[in-house]
């Protein structure tokens, strides 16, 4: 019996250390939705904040993208916080799915802001998030919101509708 | 020169083929272990649609897939789209993909996979299905008490409850396994959510609703001459504009064509299956009842478990961001042969329907709107007359979630009539159930406050009040919950909360006689309606605890108090005897003499108590396993529990009668005066017999699964459920049954032939241990099947 739990303790870890490459699509995602959308003047000028809330894989991802990468002439800057009270003025958040509790509150306070908020749960664009990443059949795709992105100045190709699930 | 000239030009070709080639590489061509070789740094520089491609090539990694098992969403616990882990009751949901791995044949056996539900199996494919319990009371009464009616089922939202006599008539749900996108189970009292009858809880079978173009047919037939299928296909007229036409069907066999019989001690016959020559000859003989046989069961048809077959349609209709409609619609015909609801001398009964549905869902600004009606014709208890109803269900509502930075708000109104009509089903006014057309209405106004603070505590309140006019008065229902997230990964909650039964057709409107002449006395039974019925309510206690300690774990924890009372049973009022007709003249006349025992259905006094756990586990055991475990220990108790059966109560009234008899009979031998000619005794049992601390073990103290889910290769899927139950007893009116635990081990196997076919072998109960899961029906032994999914 100790055997098995100790096997079974074993397994758990093991599984937990697996690398995630979806973790590595997910960035590559962004930056790709960087390129396929147009933010204000204002949010043009400085670092390109993406902000993360919550622990998760996706901030080395994006932080190794962006060492190599920039939006425009834009530095990418990588920001990880841990609530959504500490996020600051950010090109897009993204709310992870240990945080995504969090979802509707973040995209309240950021109801003003030409701030993208991508989330990575069910039914992330009905609690107020503009791109939403979904496994459909065992892939990865994003849903979109365009009512959303229209709602708080951000401009996007149509690109995004065409190969995105439009989320009215 | 010509050289430098020759070198650029050199540089130059080579450089615009390779540009050329860079620009028109085909992506949809490269494998899998291609795509994944790519840099960070190639990939950021592609276009979005071939970025797009090569993420679609690379698909999810096999573990992904598993902990994508583990960060489900739900809606049906707040009404909202959130995160399962933070759902603040406790919340289970079933997604398509893993009902389809787990072989189950049926929504019911998928509800195995499913904590602190019990699932047991009648006949093939017809299934008693309890959250957490509270049923089988009071104790002593008819079959038809074991039934389910504290669960909510709702089809997309729109409730699909008999309200006849309560409970689920699981194979009249107009839905089959391949059309559902995900179930979604909500344990404990969530009235003041989904309004009467979410007392134990609530299970949600949402559909899918594609936006693009799909197509899929999914089939299975193995032994017990079973066969299950169905076929959908949607697609996109504009990017505004979906629809989606499906259709089903099932037809089962049980393995006996023999019927199983209530005991009878005045003919030393114990109770046990016969065939149907035996039975005929039996209720003849023994005067069980004045049943046709023939009518019971038509040419010989007792073998046949369950058959149905529907269609149903949707279309969405998306104008612009404010406005989303969607209209489906569905035609349903059904038969099971499954445990009674009437009082007949066998358990087995056929119930048939058949019947449309219309749902109409419509988001207008934010504003939720439902409209709903169904029309079907239910037989409920074939062969016996006055059990056919046209049964009509109106449902409207809506609701609208106001968000004011951490506080949600959401008001809302519903309203729901349900009509229930036997009059073009009888030969005469008199001899049907209710004779009449009879209506159950309830409206409500309802709100739910869900405030979070400091991202950590979350605190709820759900309050609804319901007007219904049968009994004419207002009912309260609320939730209170508390919840403390300490980090990401462990989250504490607690609940309080109150739902509550509504009344059933039967309760209320009961009008029938019940003719039994030649079978001895009582000639005739009456059962009679109340207009101002008791409503099982049930208030909850429960402590929950959820952890996710690593990506690969997934715990969840309940504790549940909860006490109910309020219950009803159909019980004898009075029993009057025709007797002797006195003359002065002409003596004593001596005609047939008459009994009819007046029944109604009588509030009781008994409450239940229950205490209770369930912990689930789902773990990631490396990228090619999944563990999915539950367990359920519950212990109910009674207090001030009558438990004792209509009968009892008739045969106490019997004894008045004749004691007052004899002493009429007496002062007319010793006075002269005659006898009454008629004597009506309305003795009740005392209240001192009434008991404390009694045990309600109708459902097992213990019961659990264990499934594990391998994937060795892409192309290959194992599953394998062990389900385990412990010993019940079940106490009707025929008596105290105790009836064995039981091990079933289901195991199926999947093979991916092309990415649009699966194939795949299904053995549900492959040990065959060939048992009775419920009480008085079938031996339920080993299915096996064979079969495919193909979606193009």
Not at chain 2, 103 to 119: D, F, N
Not at chain 2, 174 to 180: T, W, Y
Not at chain 2, 752 to 759: E, R, W
Request: net charge negative; aromatic share 12%; charged share 20%.
């Amino acid at each position: 019996m100790k055997r098995v739990f100790i096997l079974f303790l074993f397994m758990v870890v093991m599984g937990s250390f697996i690398h995630a490459q979806q973790e590595l699509f997910k960035s590559l995602f962004i930056y790709s939705f960087t390129n396929n959308i147009n933010w204000p003047s204002e949010f043009k000028n400085g670092d390109f904040v993406i902000t993360v809330v919550g622990q998760d894989g996706i901030v080395s991802e994006l932080k190794k993208l962006a060492q190599s990468k920039k939006v425009g002439p834009q530095t990418i800057k990588v920001v990880q916080v841990n609530s959504a009270s500490e996020i600051g003025k950010s090109n897009i958040v993204y709310v992870s799915t240990s945080k995504s509790s969090t979802l509707s509150g973040v995209s309240e306070n950021l109801k003003n802001s030409p701030t993208l908020v991508i989330s990575d749960q069910n039914g992330g664009c009905k609690n107020g998030a503009g791109i939403n990443f979904v496994l459909v059949d065992g892939k990865m795709k994003f849903e979109i919101a365009p009512q959303k992105l229209t709602s708080i100045g951000l401009q996007y190709s149509p690109k995004l509708t065409g190969l995105g699930i439009v989320v009215e | 020169m010509r050289y430098i000239i020759f070198i650029f030009l050199s540089l130059f070709m080579t450089f615009a083929s390779y540009a050329q080639e860079k620009k028109t590489r085909d992506f949809s061509t490269m494998t899998r272990e291609e795509v994944l070789q790519l840099s960070m740094e190639e990939m950021t520089d592609l276009p979005i649609e071939d970025l797009m491609k090569l993420i679609e090539i690379a698909g999810v990694s096999s573990i992904e897939e598993l902990y994508a098992l583990l960060n489900k969403g739900v809606t049906s616990a707040s009404k909202n789209e959130e995160s399962l882990f933070d759902s603040p009751l406790s919340t289970t949901v079933l997604n398509h993909e893993e009902i389809l791995a787990s072989g189950a044949t049926s929504i019911e056996e998928a509800l195995r996979l499913v904590p602190g539900i019990i699932v047991r199996e009648k006949t093939n494919g017809n299934y008693d299905v309890q959250i957490r319990g509270n049923q089988n009371m009071p104790m002593g009464n008819m079959l038809l008490y074991s039934e389910n009616t504290t669960t909510l089922v709702m089809v997309d939202g729109r409730p699909v409850f008999n309200y006849g006599m309560g409970g689920i008539l699981w194979e009249t749900l107009p839905v089959s396994l391949g059309e559902i996108d995900r179930i979604e189970v909500v344990r404990g009292p969530s009235s003041a959510l989904y309004g009467p009858n979410a007392v134990d809880g609530v299970i949600n079978l949402i559909t899918k609703n594609p936006t693009e173009k799909t197509s899929s047919v999914n089939f299975q037939g193995g032994t017990q001459n079973t066969f299950i299928g169905d076929m959908s296909m949607s697609d996109k007229i504009s990017d505004k504009l979906y629809f989606g036409v499906s259709t089903y069907f099932e037809y089962r066999e049980r393995n006996t064509d023999k019927i199983y019989a209530f005991a009878d001690d005045d003919n030393n016959f114990d109770g046990g299956f016969l065939d149907l020559e035996t039975y005929e000859k039996y209720n003849s003989d023994y005067l069980w009842s004045n049943d046709v046989p023939d009518d019971l069961f038509v040419n010989g048809d007792s073998r046949r478990a369950k058959q149905k077959i529907g269609a149903n349609g949707y279309i969405t209709y998306n104008p612009n961001g404010n406005l989303k409609f969607r209209l489906a619609g569905g035609y349903l015909g059904s038969e099971a042969n499954t445990s009674t609801v009437g009082d007949n001398p066998t358990p087995y009964n056929i119930r048939q329907s058949k019947g449309g549905y219309t749902n109409f869902d419509a988001n207008v600004y934010g504003i939720n709107i439902k409209a709903a009606l169904s029309d079907v014709v239910q037989d409920f208890n074939r062969g016996h007359k006055g059990w056919t109803q046209a049964t009509e269900q109106y449902n409207l509502s809506a609701d609208y979630l106001i968000r004011m930075g951490a506080l949600q708000i959401r008001p809302g109104i519903s309203y729901q009539s349900v009509y229930y009509d036997d009059r073009d089903y009888i030969d005469s006014i008199g001899s049907g159930y209710f004779n009449d057309r009879v209506a159950l209405r309830n409206y409500a106004g309802s709100v739910r406050f869900d405030y979070t603070l400091f991202e950590k505590i979350r605190l709820v309140a759900a309050l609804r009040a319901e007007k219904y006019n049968v009994p004419d008065k207002w009912i309260p229902s609320w939730q209170f919950v508390g919840s403390y997230k300490l980090n990401d990964n462990f989250l504490f909650r607690a609940v309080y909360s109150r739902a509550n039964q509504s009344t059933f057709m039967i309760n209320a409107f009961s009008n029938y006689t019940w003719n039994r002449d030649g079978l001895g006395s009582p000639e005739f039974v009456h059962f009679a309606g109340n207009k101002n019925p008791d409503m099982m309510t049930m208030d909850m206690f429960e402590f929950g605890f959820r952890a996710r300690p690593t990506k690969a774990v997934y715990i969840d924890f309940e504790a549940f108090y909860n006490k109910a009372n309020g219950f009803s049973a159909l019980m004898p009022d009075s029993m009057v005897t025709t007797t002797f007709v006195g003359n002065p003249a002409l003596g004593l006349v001596n005609p047939p003499i008459s009994t009819t025992l007046y029944t109604s259905y009588q509030g009781q006094d008994v409450e239940s108590q229950q205490i209770g756990a369930s912990l689930a586990a789902d773990v990631v055991l490396g990228s090619k396993l999944l563990l999915k475990a539950h367990a359920t220990y519950q212990q109910t108790v009674l207090d001030r529990s009558m438990g004792v059966s209509r009968d009892a109560v008739a045969q106490n009234q019997i004894a008045q009668y004749y004691t007052t008899l004899q002493t009429d009979m007496y002062n007319l031998v010793t006075t002269g005066v005659f006898p009454k000619p008629t004597y009506s005794s309305d003795v009740q049992l005392p209240i001192t017999m009434e008991k404390d601390d009694v045990k309600n073990e109708s459902l097992p103290s213990f019961w659990g699964s264990l499934a594990l889910i391998y994937r060795p290769m892409s192309k290959l899927e194992v599953m394998t459920q062990g389900y385990y139950y412990s010993n019940y007893v079940f106490n009707t009116q025929y008596g105290e049954n105790k009836m064995d635990g039981k091990f079933l081990l289901n195991a199926k196997i999947t093979y991916k032939a092309t990415d649009n076919l699966s194939l795949f072998v299904n053995g549900r109960n492959i040990i065959n241990t060939e048992t009775q899961e419920f009480s008085y029906m079938d031996n339920i032994g080993g299915l096996y099947l064979a079969g495919l999914n193909y979606k193009f």
